[in-house]
């Protein structure tokens, strides 16, 4: 049985089709269901655990169910097995599944489960067949409403006025007036038909009316729709059996199937509607029979569907038959030609007066009609010669014709039927004196190749001396061998003509002899015809509509009658036919749609060949396109759009694209199924580019098309702004083509004014009412530009107050003086409004300036800290408690201290040594951080801030200006004096650590000016400017000093809640706001490491006045940034940094199911240790925590956690006696999924390395159970020893649900060694079981792998056959960065892919998507939002691709990335462990030869590191390298020394830092 394959899912006009098939096919699923107790909302997702999937196979097999099925499947083993099931019931029926197994079903894969679910509609929905559906489907529909050339299950059903013809024809009278309907109502019409279709003819609406008006509804779709009209038992299958039944005189049919197995019926059907099929002996067999059905059937234009041969098969399908029948109905019968009815026998030689003379009259169609037919014979006066003919039942000669001839001369004998001349009549004889006794039959015409019967006749018996010779066209005579018959009265020879001659016009001589002379009427000529000899030219094809014509050649063929017929869609086409010349004609007709007309020339009466001509039509017209490609593209990028040829017949497609100068672009053109084709290309120049599609040699309708290509506009949006000010972003359309333009700030809340300042440049100017961030949009022809979307960051104006002071983003705290001694500070008093908390021996940290003190009053805010790299920090513990301290610096290392005791406590003492955040963690006695803890200590360093633009001279009243960057000095407060702030200046922040400086010299004489970091000078301040005197006009006095720039101090601000400090994702979480009545607003901003949350900030008024409760949803996890303004100021403390997390996402590794039983109870033995492995890699920054107990002593279980690394944590669990226990697992205190876990303790048993298996006891152990290599032996172990008694089953089958050979030998009492052999790589699944039950876990996914590798180690070649590519992998700017890339896994056989990208913050988020023919390119997307090192980790089956891990370094600026692209020189470099690392060094003199250096490891150990020659563009290079060791930690550092005679130019020293691995 051949059934259709499932179709794939091309994104073809967008997915609209998709849906509509989504929806059709769940609605076909429930109706299947309609009896059960399933239904199904989401198809993709529902059929996943295998219940409702086998429920309709059984339905649709009118089963009761499918034994075997677990109706509440409790793990995905259980849920594969039910998908199994159902897909093998299917298979039984002889259901071709292609390519789909359980895994993707179970796995939810929305294109293989719609082409499932096809391939169940065409099997049981329409039945058996090897005709395509698709085919049967329109032969039916074209045979019951021919009026509506249907032509496809799409647009032709579009208007609704088919559906009326169709529900009219089943049920006559239910929709009269189809043909006077109006079509511009396409959806109304569709619902009343298929309203009436449901009440009337019992047909469910599994398409909507809306989707049936659709011209996106698929194909599928509409057939299965139109299905519920043709299938067993139907509305449309009763009406044809009721129409054929009325054809019928004399018999019945109640069906389609076995009615029509013998011939009976058909021959019935035929003769019904005018056919003619020759007599048949009752030893006709029934294939014969049906095939001369079948040609009486061919005769009157009506072609078969079935061979007779399938035709009477019991496994013939009813929808073949019913369509092949339903072509007899309403079809007139045909008037033939006399001579298609009545053949005339007779003997014209020597016939002479008064002799009693015979002619045979043979009937090709019984003898119903012997009325209308009429013989006269005429003699030389045209007088009537009477004549009778006796009819009798005898094959070939039924009727006996006779007539006694009175004079001589030449008679006429004129037959005619229904008053038509038959063919030959009339028949010209001679009557004279007889000269023999003998007579010949003449026969007028012969075929090449064919028997034509030439008989002598002798009324006496005497054929004694009989001679008959044939002459050939060519002039070759040959006598003929004549046979006496057994009653000897006359002679016979089966004569086979073999060659026709064209000069002679296929003319040959017979001659009849006795006794040396001519027999009355010898010699005769007979005309020799060769139908297979005629030539059909040009039929190449035509277009619908307009009049098609193909020329005939005869001339080889002989002389004869030319006819054709043309036939469509089972239906005549009507032709006509004119004569050209002597032996040519011109057919012509007018084809009536789309697809094959089929040609059927006859010649003589015989069939040129045994098949017809076949003429392809098509109608460009027809050809549909869609997709942005057409209508416009930008430059340098690829677009796409579709070509939808499948409605227009047979045709090549052409696609031909020119750029605005008339170059060819080029382009791709792809078929995605059944002529539906994909066209991209990637246009290089701006300006109109013209498309032409041609379909078969034709411009399709609309092409060619025009598409205007353009370039995005510049834009210059400026990252910050102030509040109540207008905000300038020019754009530059320079170059770019014409086009519409739209910028939207805050989704278009607020207004935009635009204008024109030149032929090519815009201004846009929007002025921000309220702080924070907008969101600033652009697009140019509905496309985002480049850059688009960009964030603009909204600050609060400098108030002008006193000194200048600049508070750049994120907004600084107080600072301390330079390098003040260390002091403790006492914990603050409780402010009047909040009365003090009652006092605590728990241990508390206050973080001051220069001090962090534990004392029992609690504080609510820690302010951020600031240090300088190198100097010596301290800090005071206060308490009787021990703390321990744990600080960590910008890498994750820890920083030495010094702690000596005090009488309070004890002092702490530190230093950093490298700029950026660090973290001081105090934790408590119980384990617990202390309040506020871990505290954030920013470390800068004054001396890289740079000062540039700086003049040494000035002009007074002229406004100065030089810049300030601090972007390499670490996060702090910029302060600029001129003259000890005497004189008036502004400081304004460009973008972060860039700052511009204005002032303006009113007075002669030198400006000292003094730029602080965080209160300590910058090298070279004070820095000195020389203003001169200008002329100055009599009218101008100088103002006089205006007040200085200071920022206001805030009074202390309390803020208190867990939201600063711990989050879950996606859960709410809060804090408060106190500001103990100080007139005012506040403000939060809370940033993740790639998501800005949104926050809520609720006012509560209670008796000790307003506080604000502040409430936010993170939606990823990391460290965030909490700012809280008051005012628009960052209060004391802010930043806060809470750590999210996500509990839900540890997980342990492997699938869960494997560890517990089916009751999800973990199996444990006492005083064994039990191991497992949980993954944190997506949990955020967290700890875990395992803790267990005995349910039934209490006693605690010993519960161990330990790093495996980063990622990864080790539990080890002990219990100490059999019974139940619970087992608690928590993610920073947050418990995991399915915590706390069950567990049962048994006694201790012999130890396994296996899988444990109860009840019964039964051990399972080997690598054999969960992976193989291809062609070799895998092997496992089954152990019965300790369980009831009984016998192993193993199962192996691969995807495509076949069995593998197993084996397996007894190795021990109840114990067994298994072994396989896989063919090829895969997932196959182990059916393990003990007495007829499956074993737990079982079946087991295998993985098979290939080559020659280990299984132990799961590795294999396929990572060395992956390629990466794209831009994201490459160095690049971060304002302008393309972070795409692509993973080919085109030659990597089968296998996972898993890529992580970590950025300086940690992990970055990916988005991924499958792309191409075969789904085995994968698209890659990150963002980077931070400048720095970012590591691609790309893994295939567990291992690194080639290349992986790769490094990609982003900078802040094209000189550092010009840089480091000619020289390779970073400021940090991040290899991986046990990688090989290598640094250059610039610039140096010559080195001769290698030299060894030592490399320091930051624990002290000393490796040596090879220093070699190199060149890179064109400069001198060392290479140091050397590989760092495993087992340090995962941020361990390197100092690379480079003191020395040939690194005279060098630094001191180079920090090399290892990044995680």
């Not at 067999?285 to 005769?299: F, N």
């Not at 004549?387 to 000669?397: F, I």
């Not at 100055?1032 to 100088?1038: G, M, S």
Request: aromatic content about 8%.
């Amino acid at each position: 049985m051949a059934e259709e394959e499932p179709l794939p899912s091309p994104p073809l006009l967008q997915d609209k089709w998709v849906t509509i098939q989504k929806n059709t096919f769940t609605n076909f699923v429930n109706q299947q269901l309609r009896e059960t107790e399933h239904q199904i909302e989401e198809l993709y997702t529902e059929l996943s655990d295998g219940v409702k999937l086998c429920a309709l196979v059984a339905a649709l097999q009118g089963k009761p169910g499918i034994r075997g099925m677990k109706p509440n499947p409790k793990n995905r083993h259980q849920m594969i097995e039910n998908v199994t099931l159902a897909l093998q019931a299917a298979k039984h029926d002889k259901l071709k599944i292609v390519n789909i197994g359980a895994e993707d079903i179970v796995n939810g894969n929305g294109k293989l489960i719609l082409g499932l679910i096809w391939s169940y509609i065409l099997r049981y929905q329409l039945g058996k067949t090897e005709i395509p559906p698709k085919q049967l489907m329109l032969a039916w529909i074209n045979a019951v409403i021919p009026e509506c050339n249907i032509t496809n299950f799409t647009t032709n059903w579009n208007n609704g006025r088919a559906l009326h013809a169709l529900i009219d024809y089943c049920e006559p009278g239910l929709s009269p007036n189809w043909r006077k309907m109006s079509t511009s109502d396409k959806q109304g019409n569709c619902e009343t038909a298929m309203r009436l279709a449901q009440e009337r003819l019992g047909v469910p609406i599994v398409v909507s009316p809306q989707h049936m008006a659709s011209s996106d509804l698929d194909q599928n779709s509409g057939m299965t729709y139109l299905s519920y009209f043709m299938k067993l038992n139907s509305c449309g299958y009763k009406a044809t059996l009721r129409d054929v039944n009325q054809l019928l005189p004399s018999s019945h049919v109640t069906n389609f199937t076995s009615d029509w197995r013998d011939g009976t019926a058909l021959t019935d059907l035929v003769q019904a509607v005018g056919g003619h099929i020759p007599n048949q002996s009752p030893s006709t067999g029934v294939i014969e029979s049906t095939q001369l059905a079948i040609q009486g059937a061919r005769d009157l234009g009506i072609e078969p569907i079935l061979s007779a041969e399938d035709m009477v098969q019991p496994q013939a399908g009813h929808l073949a038959v019913m369509a092949y029948a339903a072509r007899f109905i309403n079809r007139p019968a045909m008037k033939l030609s006399a001579a298609s009815y009545i053949e005339v026998l007779f003997n014209t030689v020597d016939i002479s007066p008064g002799s009693k003379t015979h002619y045979s009259l043979l009937m090709k169609q019984g003898n119903p009609r012997l009325h209308s037919i009429n013989v006269k014979v005429a003699d030389p006066n045209g007088n009537n010669v009477p004549t009778t003919v006796e009819w009798d039942d005898q094959p070939e000669a039924t009727g006996l014709g006779t007539f006694i001839p009175t004079v001589v001369g030449e008679h006429q004998l004129k037959v005619t039927c229904d008053g038509e001349m038959i063919r030959g009549s009339p028949i010209k004889f001679n009557v004279g004196r007889s000269k023999k006794a003998i007579s010949f039959v003449r026969r007028e015409q012969g075929i090449v190749g064919d028997n034509t019967k030439l008989e002598v006749l002798s009324e006496d018996g005497n054929v004694a001396d009989v001679h008959m010779t044939y002459t050939s066209p060519s002039g070759l005579s040959k006598e003929i061998a004549l046979s006496r018959s057994s009653s000897g009265r006359s002679l016979s020879h089966s004569f086979v003509p073999d060659v026709v001659d064209s000069s002679s016009s296929g003319e040959w001589k017979v001659s009849v002899l006795q006794n040396g002379e001519h027999a009355s009427g010898s010699p005769y000529t007979m005309n020799v015809i060769k139908p297979q000899a005629v030539k059909l030219c040009n039929l190449e094809g035509g277009l619908i509509g307009q009049p098609f014509s193909f020329t005939v050649d005869t001339s080889e063929a002989g002389k004869a009658e030319l006819q054709c017929l043309i036939t469509f869609s089972g239906q005549a086409v009507p032709s006509t036919i004119e004569r050209t010349g002597e032996d040519t004609y011109h057919v012509k007709f007018t084809p009536s749609g789309p697809g094959t007309h089929l040609i059927r020339p006859m010649y003589g009466g015989k069939d040129v060949r045994a098949e017809p001509y076949k003429v392809e039509i098509t109608d460009s017209n027809l050809v549909l396109t869609d997709g942005p490609g057409l209508k416009q593209a930008k430059i340098n990028e690829s677009t796409t759009f579709w070509v939808d040829a499948s409605q227009a017949g047979p045709g090549q497609l052409n696609v031909h694209i020119k750029d605005a100068g008339g170059v060819p672009v080029p382009s791709t053109l792809r078929e995605l199924q059944d002529k539906r084709f994909e066209v991209k290309y990637s246009p290089a120049v701006i300006g109109p580019h013209s498309i032409d599609v041609e379909f078969d040699g034709k411009r399709i309708k609309h092409s060619p098309f025009t598409v205007n290509v353009y370039k995005d506009p510049k834009a210059e949006v400026p990252r910050e702004g102030v509040v109540n000010q207008p905000l300038v972003i020019l754009l530059d359309t320079a170059n770019t083509e014409k086009g519409d333009l739209s910028i939207t700030i805050n989704e278009g809340r607020v207004p935009v004014t635009t204008k024109k300042l030149s032929k090519s440049s815009y201004s846009a100017e929007f002025i921000p009412s309220d702080l924070g961030q907008y969101k600033v949009e652009l697009e140019f022809n509905n496309s985002p530009i480049q850059g688009s979307p960009w964030y603009v960051n909204i600050t609060a104006p400098v108030v002008k107050t006193g000194p200048p002071v600049l508070t750049p983003t994120p907004p600084p705290v107080v600072v301390e003086p330079p390098t003040p001694p260390p002091v403790v500070v006492e914990a603050p008093p409780p402010l009047p409004v909040q009365p003090a908390p009652a006092p605590s021996t728990d241990i508390y940290a206050v973080v001051k300036p220069k001090s962090v003190r534990a004392s029992a009053a609690k504080p609510d805010a820690v302010p951020t800290q600031y240090a300088r790299v190198g100097e010596t920090r301290s800090f005071d513990i206060i308490g009787k408690e021990n703390v321990t301290v744990k600080i960590i610096d910008v890498f994750g290392s820890n920083v030495p201290f010094t702690s000596t005791p005090t009488p309070k406590g004890f002092a702490v003492n530190y230093k950093f040594k490298y700029i950026g955040d660090n973290w001081i963690h105090l934790i408590g006695e119980n384990g617990r951080p202390l309040k506020g803890s871990p505290f954030l200590v920013c470390a800068f360093d004054p001396g890289l801030v740079v000062v540039s633009d700086l003049q040494s001279h000035g002009v007074i009243n002229t406004p100065s200006h030089f810049k300030v960057n601090t972007l390499k000095a670490g996060r702090g407060e910029v302060t600029v004096l001129v003259d000890k702030g005497a004189t008036n200046c502004e400081v304004y922040s460009q973008s972060k650590g860039d700052y511009n400086v204005t002032y303006t010299s009113t007075s002669n004489g030198v400006r000292n000016i003094d730029v602080l970091f965080n209160n300590l000078p910058v090298p070279g301040s004070p820095f000195q400017t020389d203003f001169g005197s200008p002329p100055v006009p009599a009218t101008l006095q100088r103002p006089e000093t205006s007040a200085n720039y200071i920022t206001p101090a805030i009074s202390p601000i309390s803020v208190t809640g867990s939201g600063l400090h711990i989050a879950e994702e996606s859960k709410r979480a809060s804090f408060l706001i106190n500001p103990f009545g100080q007139a005012g607003q506040p403000s939060v901003r809370i940033e993740g490491p790639h998501s800005i949350a949104k926050t809520n900030i609720q006012p509560i008024d209670s008796a000790e006045g307003r506080r604000y409760e502040v409430t936010y949803v993170p939606v990823e996890t990391g460290i965030y940034n909490t700012y809280v303004m008051w005012n628009g100021r960052d209060i004391e403390g802010s930043p806060y940094h809470p750590r999210v997390v996500d509990s839900k996402m540890v997980k342990l590794d492997g699938d869960w199911y494997s560890h517990v039983d089916e009751e999800g109870i973990l199996s444990l033995q006492a005083s064994q240790n039990k191991r497992l492995l949980f993954d944190v890699s997506r949990a955020g920054p967290g700890e875990l925590k395992v803790t267990g107990r005995h349910l039934t002593s209490g006693s605690p279980l010993q519960c161990t956690v330990s790093e495996k690394d980063v990622y990864h944590y080790w539990v080890d669990i002990v219990a100490s006696e059999p019974g139940d226990a619970s087992i608690d697992v928590e993610w920073s205190g947050f418990p995991i999924p399915k915590s706390p876990i069950r567990a049962a303790v048994v006694a201790s048993a012999r130890a396994t390395n296996g899988y444990v298996a109860r009840p019964p006891q039964v051990v399972l152990s080997g690598f054999g159970l969960e992976s193989a290599v291809v062609n070799k032996v895998a092997e496992f172990y089954i152990d019965g020893s300790q369980a009831d008694k009984g016998s192993p089953g193993v199962i192996l089958t691969n995807s495509r649900l076949q069995n593998l050979q197993t084996n397996m030998v007894a190795v021990g009492e109840s114990e067994y060694r298994c072994s396989y052999t896989v063919p090829e790589s895969g997932i196959y699944m182990l059916h393990v079981s003990w007495s007829g039950n499956d074993l737990q876990g079982s079946p087991f996914s295998v993985t098979a792998l290939d080559g020659n590798s280990t299984v132990s180690s799961r590795t294999s070649d396929g990572p060395d056959k992956i390629t990466v590519r794209g831009d994201g992998v490459l160095p690049g700017i971060l304002a302008t960065y393309n972070g795409t890339f692509y993973v080919d896994t085109e030659d990597a056989g089968k296998g996972d892919c898993e890529v992580k990208v970590q950025g300086p913050k940690g992990d970055v988020q990916i988005v991924s998507s499958l792309q191409g023919d075969r789904k085995r390119l994968l698209q890659c997307q990150y963002n980077p939002t931070e400048i720095g090192l970012y590591v691609i980790r790309i893994r295939w089956s567990g291992q690194d691709v080639a290349g992986s891990p790769i490094r990609v370094h982003i900078f802040d600026t094209y000189e550092e990335l010009e840089r480091f692209n000619n020289t390779g020189e970073i400021s940090m470099y991040m290899p991986v462990e046990d990688a090989p690392f290598q640094s250059s060094i610039f610039p140096q003199p010559a080195v001769n030869g290698k030299k060894s250096k030592s490399v320091p490891h930051n624990r002290g150990v000393r490796m040596s590191a090879a220093m070699s020659r190199s060149y890179t563009a064109g400069a001198k290079a060392n290479q140091l390298s050397f590989t760092p060791h495993r087992g340090y930690d995962r941020r361990s550092y390197y100092i690379v020394k480079e003191n020395g005679p040939e690194f005279i130019s060098a630094p001191a020293q180079r920090s090399v830092f290892i990044a995680d691995k």
